[in-house]
């Protein structure tokens, strides 16, 4: 399975981004999706998952950014609104082992190359 996500990019404070993950994979609508992001000098985090059950997000980005997925294209979105300096990051989407995967990183099985995510002051 590849992963290759898309969408990043230079943006001012307040402003907007979507980012695209689409999946090589097969039944890709019954796995977990999710994405994380590392900051320079920062462990990766997780930022927002879709699975069976439900959305989660970590509580910075919630109120602000909405994944989503469309499972006919194979592909999960991620939609940030309002951004904030402190959101710059290289984006990763994940796709999970299993349809249960959320806010823990090793519940998921393919990565992608991630996304450069930069928010100007």
Known sequence: VQLQASGGGLVQAGGSLKLVCVSSGRAFRNYAMG????????????????????????DPVQGRFTISRDNAKNTVYLQMNSLKPEDTAVYYCAQGASSYSTRDARSYKYWGQGTQVTVSS
């Open 35 to 58: 994405w994380f992001r590392q900051a320079p000098g920062k462990e990766r985090e997780f930022v927002a998952a879709v699975n069976w059950s439900g959305k989660f997000y970590t």
